[in-house]
């Protein structure tokens, strides 16, 4: 064989390598062209919520189709992983399983909401936690989140599984069950004013049971908390629900989580948690709930580690490590003790300065509205374009941090977006009674 031929063959076996090695890198870095998404129950947020992630997600990752995947709950959720049915699932922090998950994002808060019917002389049949034994009530899906959490709540007040008239029944089974009078009461996990509960507090027999005075140090609420460490103690504000409740209900609330299958790509994760922060503010029109969502959370709130992909985009603002300084980070270090109470002055005083900024732009929503002339349509459309104006500012004032993503956000967003349908519909009446 002549050199010529065996330096041929060497630059050929080396090419072959190459080549070989391309084609593993193009299948390493193949994404799916399909992920689901495991929800809830029809009627509840988990459902909605997930449609509307499944069609953002679709955007800005071409060639992926999204779906979002109806399930009875939590536990279900993660069997539908574990069976390689679904890739991705939202998901209460308070259930676990088998399943190799890890975290994209906390998305907002879950609220314990326990709806009791009232009798036929208008009182009401259960006024406490107690009183729920002997009682038909409704603990959620078997399997679900809710039932998980409706039997936590009822073992702390010693109510046994055999003391109830206990039903397994989804949300929307269980709405009509206590429309018809056949329940007594029924445990219903969500966010807040989730449609189901609006529904239900709309008639005059039906309200919300407290499991425990809100704000008052050593209450059920704080047992209720001991016994489940990812159980939250919070209170569902007075007239939340329009006319109800009249009085701040105490409750309990879980986190809703996006998890996502261990072993799913780093690069596709990252960019699916790029996808819900990019359109945050946008997603939070659709699913009032997103509103909460912020970069920053207590990494306690999940049972789930983080996965390396979201992870990458939570720390794409960092500095590497070979371009800290040294000799700064020893001064930070030395001077860390004396910065730190005036740090917590600047916190204290930066919340102040939100919880003031959301009385104020609540102030002026309510300015605007008492300046209303209903008979004259200009003013109405002066009236809907400022509130619109107040709800976009507020939207943008979220999205920059410079207001909280609470409870008393969420109900601004509610009296806006209310107020600006009815004035819709009355500029529609105007309009018609302008027509010859």
Same mark, same amino acid.
């Given at each position: 064989m002549g050199a010529a031929e065996q330096r041929g063959r060497t630059w050929t076996g080396w090419l072959a390598l190459a080549l070989l090695g391309l084609v593993a890198l193009a299948c390493g870095a193949q994404r799916p062209d399909r992920l689901r998404i495991a929800t809830g129950q029809r009627g509840g947020t988990f459902? %909605?919520?997930? *449609?509307?992630?499944?069609? &953002?997600?679709?955007?800005d990752l071409p060639g992926i189709e999204f779906t979002a995947i109806e399930s009875p709950g939590g536990r279900a959720s993660i069997e539908l992983i574990e069976r390689g049915e679904a890739d991705l699932a939202l998901l209460s922090n308070h259930v676990v399983g088998e399943a190799e998950l890890q975290l994209v994002a906390p998305l907002y808060q879950e609220t314990?909401?326990?709806?009791? #019917?009232?009798? !036929?002389?208008?009182?009401a049949l259960i006024t406490d936690p107690?009183?729920?034994?002997?009682?038909?009530v409704s603990v959620g899906a078997a399997g679900s989140g809710t039932e998980t959490i409706a039997d936590a709540v009822l073992n702390h007040f010693d109510i046994g599984p055999d003391m109830i008239d206990r039903r397994n029944m989804a949300l929307v089974d269980a709405k009509a069950a206590l429309e018809r009078g056949e329940l007594d009461a029924a445990f219903i996990v969500a966010g807040m004013r989730t449609?189901? +509960?609006?529904?239900?507090?709309? #008639?005059?027999?039906?309200? =919300?049971? &407290?499991?425990? *005075?809100?704000? #008052? +140090?050593? &209450?059920a609420l704080d047992g209720i908390r001991l016994d489940a460490p990812f159980f939250t103690v919070t209170a569902i504000p007075e007239h939340a629900y329009g006319r109800k409740p009249e009085q %701040?209900?105490?409750?309990?609330? +879980? @986190? !809703?989580l996006l998890v996502v299958r261990a072993d799913l790509d780093e690069d596709l994760v990252h960019d699916l948690t790029e996808s819900l922060f990019t359109h945050k503010v946008d997603l939070s029109k659709q699913e009032r709930l997103l509103s909460h969502l912020s970069e920053r959370y207590d990494p306690a709130l999940s049972p789930y580690p983080v996965h390396p992909g979201a992870d990458r985009f939570y720390r794409r603002d960092e500095p590497t490590f070979f371009s800290q300084h040294i000799d700064e980070i020893s001064f930070a270090l030395t001077i860390?003790? =004396?910065l730190f109470s005036a740090f917590s002055a600047l916190r204290a005083a930066r919340r102040q300065a939100r919880r003031s900024r959301i009385e104020t732009h609540c102030q002026e929503a309510r300015k605007i509205v008492a300046e209303l002339v209903p008979q004259q349509s200009a003013s109405v459309q002066r009236t809907r374009d400022a509130l619109f104006a107040v709800r976009e500012r507020t939207l943008g004032e979220m999205a920059d941090e410079r207001l909280d993503a609470n409870e008393a956000f969420a109900i601004l967003q509610a009296y806006l977006t209310a107020h600006? #349908?009815?004035?819709? !519909?009355?500029?529609? +009446? @105007? !309009?018609?009674?302008? *027509? %010859?």
């Open positions: 459902l %909605p919520l997930g *449609e509307t992630l499944a069609v &953002s997600f679709a955007k314990l909401q326990v709806v009791v #019917r009232r009798g !036929a002389d208008g009182k107690l009183e729920l034994a002997g009682k038909r449609p189901a +509960v609006d529904d239900l507090l709309r #008639r005059d027999d039906m309200d =919300l049971l &407290s499991l425990g *005075e809100p704000g #008052r +140090v050593g &209450s %701040p209900v105490g409750t309990i609330c +879980v @986190h !809703a860390g003790a =004396l600006i #349908r009815e004035l819709d !519909a009355q500029l529609r +009446v @105007h !309009a018609d009674a302008a *027509e %010859p």
